[in-house]
């Protein structure tokens, strides 16, 4: 026990120091640069809208925005300009994860260290939030940690060995968490308004295997992190009949989650974009910003599982889903608060969320599981009815054994009968142009999917799947040299498509499944 305080205080203390170094930033640049911002976005300065907001100001807002104001009425006027004379424009990738050195997980290995990021010195006005640890990023447009993202890229890490990174990340996000009361979407400040997939207790759960003898002590030291992680989700228990921010109260007592990001305007990193489909969309446009918004939050931005009509983006009603995915995620925090509390030897409140857990689980059957498909979907609880799409958000309840045997022998058929491509398993059975709908791939999916067939001992359709997925990512990293964000796995001569942007490469999540396959089936 002494052990174990005195390691925790000294990490603790750690965390201090690096925080004291660090400015806690609230404000996005589409509030420090109000009237420029606008304007750079409008007049697509820049190709991709990510960029400008990942600029990093050479002055002041306040000395910026005079520039600007007393220049925007001359003649020669040039928008780009100014911008270019007042910011530093973001490193762009280029070929950085080009390496065709053969051996791929040889690649892997060595892309840890590319795609590894040192806590930066502080600019107080860039959108980027600095972290006391090192982390691992994405890739590509992506330069900043993603929070769902993490958690694939950890089980990578793992497999290499490299457990001090995993811890530093973990840290990263408690520190997150404390200081925010939630894990951003990313640690940028345009992503303050919403979180991601809620993966943190994942984290800790694989951190603790991990670090083996020191399990415990991992998972005491971050109860108050899964404590404030869990009443963000819940609104500190906001019960409301209908919705309340991520919170929706169903008839008989049942309550259960959905995405709600906190914005109704524009997200910066996609003005344009997301100008275009609220204009276009004839609804109500903070509504349509708010969805988009909350699309975004589930990291599925977007599919047609979001859509009212299953295939337009301007169809968008992603506040009015419960997503199964995401209740399944949330019952493993809730069974993670309640081991946090069990190992403090709080009995009373380790109780009180394995039984929220409990009546989670039963929820999730309920609300999700169709008899008639033979497959859990989503729930829109304004209509009171499942949603009519069937994607692999379904494979949830297999990845956090809620499914019951027969369920399980159900979407395993599913599965194979309507998701098996060449290439792996397709994200959703139409395709609508959109990222997160068929003919692509994303190996996050894949791994869900693998995970939880093997937990009911599917495990000849789990090899089938991991292997063509595996050999997808080793066919075109043979013949590019990268490892990409998604695939396609229907005609796996074509790269993936959709989107809002072009398809990056890098890539941290690829790079996580695929090395944990490979040394999980043995595949050269």
């Not at 337009?312 to 009603?317: C, R």
Request: hydrophobic letters at 35%.
């Amino acid at each position: 026990m002494g052990k174990f305080i005195i390691a925790f205080i000294a990490t603790n203390l750690l965390i201090l120091a690096c925080k004291q170094a660090l400015v806690v930033k609230e404000k996005s640049p589409r509030i420090q640069f109000a009237g420029l911002f606008e304007a750079v976005q409008s007049g697509t300065v820049y190709a991709d809208s990510k960029t400008f907001t990942d600029c990093i100001p050479k002055k002041s807002p306040a000395s910026i925005l005079k520039a600007y104001n007393e220049k925007k009425s001359n003649r020669d006027f040039n928008l780009k300009k100014i911008v270019q004379e007042n910011f530093y424009e973001p490193v762009q990738p280029g070929t950085n994860y080009q390496r065709n050195i053969g051996d791929i997980e040889k690649y892997i290995e060595e892309l840890w260290e590319v795609l590894k990021r040192e806590p930066a010195e502080n600019n107080p006005y860039s959108s980027l939030i600095n972290l006391p640890f090192l982390y691992v990023v994405p890739g590509g447009r992506f330069r900043e940690i993603y929070y769902w993202d993490s958690y694939f890229t950890m089980l990578g890490l793992a497999e290499s060995g490299r457990v001090d990174m995993i811890e530093n990340m973990v840290n990263n996000f408690a520190w997150l968490i404390r200081t925010y009361g939630f894990i951003p979407n990313g640690n940028r400040t345009y992503y303050l308004t919403r979180s991601q997939p809620p993966y943190f207790s994942l984290m800790l759960k694989l951190l603790a295997e991990e670090k083996d003898g020191k399990a415990d002590s991992v998972i005491k030291a971050n109860r108050d992190a899964l404590e404030k992680e869990y009443q963000f989700w819940m609104d500190n228990n906001a019960l409301a009949k209908g919705g309340k921010g991520h919170v929706v109260a169903l008839p008989g007592g049942v309550v259960l989650n959905r995405y709600h990001d906190k914005g109704d305007w524009p997200r910066e990193e996609a003005y344009i974009e997301d100008v275009r489909t609220a204009s276009e969309s004839g609804y109500q446009q903070k509504l349509i910003y708010r969805n988009l918004r909350s699309g975004a939050e589930s990291g599925w931005d977007f599919s047609s599982r979001w859509f009212k009509d299953g295939k337009s983006l301007g169809q968008i009603e992603t506040t009015d889903i419960l997503p199964v995915d995401l209740n399944c995620l949330i019952y493993h925090l809730e069974n993670m608060l309640a081991i946090a509390c069990q190992k403090h030897g709080d009995r009373d409140k380790s109780q009180y969320y394995f039984k929220l857990a409990e009546a989670r689980k039963k929820a999730i059957n309920r609300f999700f599981w169709n008899k008639e498909t033979g497959y859990f979907r989503d729930y829109n609880w304004k209509l009171q009815q499942q949603t009519f799409r069937v994607t692999l958000a379904g494979v949830y309840p297999l990845y956090f054994k809620l499914a019951t045997s027969g369920q399980a022998d159900s979407v395993a058929r599913i599965l194979k009968d309507g998701f098996l491509k060449p290439g792996g398993l397709a994200t959703s059975l139409v395709n609508t142009g959109q990222q997160w709908d068929s003919p692509n791939g994303w190996a996050p999916l894949q791994w869900t999917a693998i995970s939880g067939l093997r937990n009911y001992k599917k495990n000849y359709l789990a090899r089938e799947i991991a292997h063509r997925w595996s050999r997808l990512n080793i066919r075109v990293y043979n013949k590019t040299g990268k490892l990409m964000e998604k695939y396609n796995v229907l005609d796996t001569s074509l790269i993936a498509g959709g989107g809002e942007y072009p398809t990056q490469d890098g890539f941290g999540w690829t790079n996580g499944v695929l090395l944990k396959i490979l040394k999980t089936y043995s595949i050269n």
